[in-house]
């Protein structure tokens, strides 16, 4: 049915699996049109209660943004990109019915980016988290800015977001970003334990439950706006270009600052 995606509904829990193993699950312009897509079935299908979104093969959950898709993007294109993201994001994170990211292997960028917009996260032990933006000259585009800020406080986001560095599962946890770390093979069966309470309760109430507890989210100052100009702004640098470049020539970027000094 998807080019990009599994999806499998039982009992009332559709699984969506993120299906592009070969490129760690990146995100790339069709993984974002699909996502909308099942997040349509998700909204009309009344058999759907809830939602887990996984990533396929046993190394990443989502490894990112499409990298190869980022080559010569101009500041508009790079707002454009951001924006769809952004508001695909949004979508999950108000759908009317609880949606587990079950984050399998690497959660980079992009892939953190997923996660974060869910409505709650579990891990297996192995689970890498991490905004390695920054080591291609961009900043995350997708509402990472605003939402690991929102769910690890100011000081961890940005030390995450300035190092690019990762972070392990068992750090996640404690930082609050994950309810729970699990074994990889019981992943999946620890969210549906939850989910089947949750799909116990009133759809009515659930619904009403997430919608109120989003509203205590100040998005007022528009901050994933801030994000969209500047991750858009990136795009014109020298830097960014390098950057990109660098990751798909498989070498360390050199950038200006370096090549100053
Ligand atoms: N975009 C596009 N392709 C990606 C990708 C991404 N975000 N992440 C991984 N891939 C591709 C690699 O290019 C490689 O493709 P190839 O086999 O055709 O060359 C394949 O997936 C496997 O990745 P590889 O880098 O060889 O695996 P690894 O085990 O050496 O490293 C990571 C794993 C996750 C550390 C590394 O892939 C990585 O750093 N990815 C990018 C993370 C990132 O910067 N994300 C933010 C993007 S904005």
């Known amino acids: 049915m998807y080019n990009t995606l599994l999806t499998e509904l039982t009992d009332g829990i559709l699984v969506v699996t993120i299906n592009r193993p070969d490129k760690l699950n990146a995100l790339n312009k069709e993984v974002f049109v699909e996502l909308n897509l099942v997040l349509d079935e998700i909204v009309n299908n009344s058999a759907i209660q809830s939602v887990i979104i996984t990533g396929s093969g046993t190394k990443a959950f989502v490894a990112g943004a499409d990298i190869a898709e980022f080559v010569g993007l101009s500041t508009e294109e790079g707002i454009a990109i951001a924006q769809f993201g952004q508001d695909t994001f949004l979508r999950i994170e108000n759908a009317p019915k609880p949606i587990i990211a079950c984050v399998n292997g690497f959660a980079l960028g992009g892939g953190c980016e997923l ?23 961009l900043i995350p585009g997708y509402g990472g800015t605003q939402r690991l800020t929102q769910l690890i406080g100011k000081g961890r986001a940005l030390e995450l977001i300035l190092t690019g560095n990762m972070i392990d599962a068992a750090t996640a946890l404690q930082y609050g970003l994950l309810n729970y770390v699990v074994s990889s093979d019981s992943l999946l069966d620890k969210a549906k334990e939850v989910l089947k309470i949750i799909n116990t309760k009133s759809s009515l109430a659930v619904k009403e439950a997430i919608h109120a507890v989003n509203a205590s989210l100040d998005y007022s100052k528009d901050g994933f706006e801030a994000e969209r100009n500047s991750f858009g702004k990136c795009f014109s640098t020298d830097d960014s270009k390098e950057g990109i470049r660098a990751f798909l020539e498989k070498r360390k970027p050199v950038f200006n600052r370096q090549k100053e000094s």
């Open 115 to 137: 996660a974060m917009s869910c409505h709650f996260r579990i891990a297996s032990a192995d689970a890498k988290f991490g905004q390695p933006e920054i080591n291609l000259g």
